[in-house]
Nanobody
Framework: QVQLVESGGELVQAGDSLRLSCLGS????????MGWFRQAPGKEREFVAG????????YYANSAKGRFTISRDNAKNTVYLQMNSLKPEDTAVYYC?????????????????WGQGTQVTVSP
């Protein structure tokens, strides 16, 4: 089991950039594909971006393509989400999660370890 702690969320203005971090603990961190998800008030949690265990493959939701970049540093047990050109509709609690499997997928049920989330608020 991997324990995850997100950080970096804050209140920003539309057009600003923000980098979220997710620190993992546990000796298997580098074995797992990782994902970022978000949940806005009154909405279901949704996939944002994912990265393979090695970092060689990434995948993005349409809403994140061209604006967000996921990366990881396995030596630091950390996954990042760089978010540029933020919009008010990006406002949500952002969660990182570790996949149960060895391949990168986007299904929320494929992720078994979750952090507590970090709040991102984008004002108009």
């Amino acid at each position: 089991q991997v324990q995850l702690v997100e950080s970096g969320g804050e209140l920003v203005q539309a057009g600003d950039s923000l980098r979220l971090s997710c620190l993992g603990s546990g000796r298997t961190f580098s074995d797992n594909p990782m994902g970022w998800f978000r949940q806005a008030p009154g909405k279901e949690r949704e996939f944002v971006a994912g990265i393979s265990a090695s970092g060689g493959s990434t995948y993005y939701a349409n809403s994140a393509k061209g604006r967000f970049t996921i990366s990881r540093d396995n030596a630091k047990n950390t996954v990042y989400l760089q978010m540029n050109s933020l919009k008010p509709e990006d406002t949500a609690v952002y969660y990182c999660a570790a996949s149960r499997y060895l391949i990168l997928t986007v299904r929320i049920t494929d992720f078994g370890s979750w952090g507590q989330g970090t709040q991102v608020t984008v004002s108009p």
